[in-house]
């Protein structure tokens, strides 16, 4: 097999380079998913694109209220990172338990789960419960901005057009001060099974406000149970815990099958995994 | 520590349970370090890549291969379908005949000229330049298949009805073997026991998944007419006759050499088409060929699954009186490793180190259109220890009594033994209520409370106490039952002990050493080991069933005792006394009265023949000694005249505690315990890698390890995140004690170790979710206890 490898200096030179051959071309982020399928010959591109000198490892404050993670962040590097600590806990908790060790984590990049779409990872839901913001950039229309509500399509599918790359995602702060993850998985060496993302703010009068809880790694695309503009429509409690459970167990109407698990478990799990994840949302409520 | 756990297995860091026992052999540095040399890491000049391109269908007659498109890559220097090697390869032998076992026979070519019998099966290979041309040719070849009935179940391949998927070779079922073991009086002792209990036990099929996959590099020498096959093998003798036969050339024509070995666990055993293909593409080639397997197909080869319907008898006591097992065990493709045998072992086995003498026991070896098998680390003993260890845990419900109380009232006593069971085996010792005794006090009372049991959490415990025979041998196979060791000494009192064994990466090469200093009073850094090479090594069988230790230790130990007389002799000349008042300890030869000399003084003197006594004589060099050691009890045991016979019989006793989430179904391991009884154990490091590395397997086995196939024969568990292997995470430490007694029938005392744990895991992991779900009324319904198997378990309970 050969190929022409471009190792692009900034965001613009890769675009450049995808633009001429959008679909003989394969971007390598961290290289975890896609150099073992170019090693097995699952992939024959081209031209392989490395964007790993393109400058876009970085994370910075934008403002106050704007994180700026590059698509070839590292999960170690968003362990590593002291502003993340206050600033987005939950993603640091993600990336600490991501499965492969700290190979994995020093290699594969958030960027990269996010445009590999994968149904059964855990980036696409953290994305939109946070509520990022993912830019793509083409050399032919420039920087274009995509919520991830809408970013993640299908299996496998995303809102990039074959000439875009993903240059940067951003999240929205402050970040809700209560949130979990609950992951679940068949043993260390497992993708996720099911995950439920549980963001919000708990007031003094239970109240849940500025909440989402978003199902990932059970359906194709990450599934929405709810959303800031539909909470605080009830005082949080075991009544609301549950009716969120029953939610989401109606709302897998397609649940994703593999080798690991089918979807008719997948739906058995969902709601009690609901529950899960709101118990500390529930604690944070009776906490005086 | 769960990292060492999982080193033992994956990593095959030698001895790797401690950091002090890999800091004692080099051979293990390399492997922590990374300078290790695999058989990938070979890169001779010209060396040229196979790939092998595979079909697609579980069952059809081969029409067309078409080759074309794979011909035309730049690139690409050969390529072969099995019309090209059907006259070039004879068929490849088997490892274990199953004709000279009473079975049925067929060829097994290296590629199939006319019938394909799995999907996977190699159709043709391609030599190229490099290992992407030569993948990406092997994946441009395709077949026209003219479709046949695929079978791929197991009770289906028995099915009267069912395709005869050898009749071409004259078979008129699917049975490769079929024995039964029927000792009378089972009829009578159901009618007169106080209970019966009837099960179905399923398990599923596993495979080895060692980290390093199966390689092969083979360079012809024209100019000598010698091959030269560099392999990632277990028997790399047996292996060169399997080469020499299959090519048709001479055994001396032929050299394997075994570089490091990431792991075996049976898979390199011997029987597999790349093998002489390989050979051949290098001989038509005249340039050196290597085939590295990739995970992939790996992941192809399987082993383990069986069903076992069985009844048993047993009284108010926990006694039991009968057991009747049917054994149906399908073993994929018929394949010249030795897998098929498995299932034979799984038959022989029972009943355990048990007292039962009345037993109706029924085994049936199908053939099937999926991948074929080979060995796996347990050899299907593991099968028969999970069945018996099942059935204890019933009776003891049944009846009322604690499970080690079952076990208790039913183990064979010491003085019961040595005990013939009914499968012909001889238990040679052991101490099965100590070691029972030992576990009960590592068992820790019901955790209490809401922490403990919960509406989300059920938590309990399971034992199991295994029995394994060890070191086995079969006459009239290479399941070698003798070794041979070389053990040289040289002028500075260096050793080098040339062995027919091999390391798969346990680190036996640092027992052998421990074992010869001994003999020789040096210390192991002063013996290398030389291993896996048939032009220096003795004639020898490699590493399978637990025999590194009691036959290549013993054959080692009496080789070194020969040069250990000459050292005496020659020692008694110099300090002027009897060679047998010489003591050999921390390099020298002393004598109480006489004095001392250096050994490397006396290993000196020898060579340059300064060495003379009073009298004149002299001690001749070389210091060099030639053994073979076969232990005792190896005769034929079987009515066929070529069963499988064990000298010694390894016992151990399991403890694990797991919590049960009733919301998941996922199983965490919480803790494990062993009491492990190998008999004399010659480094514990080792063995405690051993132990951690088949109760890993074990619990990975019972937990989450299965080969899945669509209903199609496509391999669906094809990578490491499809099947999935426990990792250090998953497991926490172990605690591993140890028993000893001695066996009669080895020179050491050793009973062998490595494959006891495997079956003891299964059965402790299962008992303790059976044990956790029975709390609630549920029980285990499936192998492996995956979250959904235990989940649909969970629900059945609920709604029942």
Redesign the interface.
Known sequence: ?TFTFHLPRSAGEAAELLADAPEGTTLVGGGTLVVPELA??LR?PEHVVDLSRAGLATISLLSEDTLHVGACTTYQQVLDCESLRARLPLLQHVAAQITGGVQIRNQGTIGGAAVAARPHSDIPAVLVALRATLHARSAARGTRQVPAAVFFRGAYEHALDPDELLEAITFPLPVPPEWSYVK?K??????P?ATVVCTGRVGADRMLTDAALVVGAAAAVPLVVLTPAAAAVSPLGPELAEDLARQAERALTEPWS?????GE?RR??VG??VR?ALRPLLAAGDRP | MPVAATAARRLVVAGGSTTAAAARAPSDLALITGTARFVDDLQPTDLATMAVARSTVAHARLKEVDLSAAQCLPGVLLVLTGQDTYAALRPIPPFIDPGLLGGARADVHALPRRTVRYVGQPIAVVVAEDPHTAAHAASLITAEYELLPAVMDGRAALDPAASVLYADQGWTDNVIYRTRTDTGGVEEAFAAADHCLTRTFAIPRATTAPLEPRGYLASWDAVAGRLTLHASCQNPHQLRWMIATTLGLAESAVRVVVPHVGGAFGLKMHGHPEEPLVCLCSRLLGRPVKWIESRRECFLIGGREQVHDVEVAFDGDGVLRALRDRIVVPVGAVSSTPGWAMGKLSANTLPSGYRLRTMDVQLEVVTTTTPPWNASRGYGKEAAILVMERLLDLVARRVGIDPIEARRRNVLRSDELPHRTPSGFIIDSGDYPRLLDQLEARRRPPATGTAAQSDEVLRATGIAFEVTPEAGGIRGTFVGDYETATVRMDATARVQVLSGLTNPGGGNPLGLARIVAAELGLAPEDVLVVQGDTDLCPYGFGNFSGRGTIIGGSAAALAARGVAAQLREAAAAVLRCAADTVVLHERQATHPEAGAIALADLCLRLYTRTVEAADGTTVEPPLEATSTYRPGQTRPLDDDGHGHSYPAFSSAAYLVEVAVDRITGTVTVERVAAVHDCGTVIDEALVDGQVHGAVTMGLGAALSEQVRFDAAGVLLSDSFKSYVVLRAPDLPSFEVAHQCTPSPNTLLGAKGAGEAGVGGAIAALVNAVDAALAQIGATVTRLPVTPPNVLASLVDAGRA
């Open positions: 097999m097995s010959g024959r679940l068949f043993g260390e060496g497992s993708w099974i593999d080798v690991l698990a089918t478990y058995a799990v009690g995994l899960r």
